[in-house]
């Protein structure tokens, strides 16, 4: 069965840092474009950064700079180093596969950043 | 970046009844589109690619049309199960993936 399954979220002060990893079972993380998506309390689905098979990696505006997405092809899980976060980073946190559609998506990680 | 365009925002329909909701794009993504179905809590399932084809599992009243910047998703009679919000995403020209803002659609 091909599933995705985050982990790491948490509450965190602004400023802080954190990692996200998103377990892949059932399909090759690295043969495969590979995102991140995120959706604010109550809004709409943003895109967040992908990485692709050959291993470029994209970011949205919002957090270019401040994040990194890699993967660890020997345990086939993504990762989304967060730094410098901002209470608007506020959200839960997908992974999906990317190669055009997404599909499948992990059930979601919330990442709080509040004081 | 190509802006996605979801109407209407919310959409009242009965049980049994059709929905259709509309996504427009701010420029052509010929057939490179995608629907999204989320329900409250869970994350988003993939309903329809290539603006038609259904994914694996989805129902057939379940369908998708549209090419350039005009598409449609169509439910034929509405279930109770599927009631939720529906995102459009296009595929053409990324990075940036873009998605609609969503449509809600609620139980009249």
């Known amino acids: 069965e091909v599933q995705l399954v985050e982990s790491g979220g948490g509450l965190i002060q602004p400023g802080g840092s954190l990692r996200l990893s998103c377990a892949a079972s059932g399909f090759i993380v690295s043969y495969n474009y590979m995102s991140w998506v995120r959706q604010a309390p109550g809004r709409g689905l943003e895109w967040v950064s992908v990485?692709?098979?050959?291993?470029?990696?994209f970011y949205a505006d919002s957090v270019k700079g401040r994040f990194t997405i890699s993967r660890d092809n020997s345990k086939n899980t993504l990762y989304l180093q967060m730094n410098t976060l901002r209470a608007e980073d506020t959200a839960v946190y997908y992974c999906?596969?990317?190669?055009?559609?997404?599909?499948?998506w992990g059930q979601g990680t919330l990442v709080t950043v509040s004081s | 970046e190509i802006v996605m365009t979801q109407s209407p925002a919310t959409l009242s329909v009965s049980p049994g009844e059709r929905a259709t909701l509309s996504c427009r794009a701010s420029?052509?993504?010929?057939?490179?589109l995608a629907w999204y179905q989320q329900k409250p809590g869970q994350a988003p399932r993939l309903l329809i690619y290539g603006a038609s084809a259904r994914a694996t599992g989805i129902p057939a009243r379940f369908s998708g049309s549209g090419s350039g910047t005009e598409f449609t998703l169509t439910i034929s009679s509405l279930q109770s199960e599927d009631f939720a919000v529906y995102y459009c995403q296009q595929y053409t020209d990324w990075p940036p993936y873009t998605f609609g803002q969503g449509t809600k659609l609620e139980i009249k």
């Open positions: 990485i692709y098979s050959g291993g470029s990696t």
């Open positions: 420029q052509s993504v010929s057939s490179y």
């Open positions: 999906a596969r990317s190669n055009n559609w997404f599909d499948p």
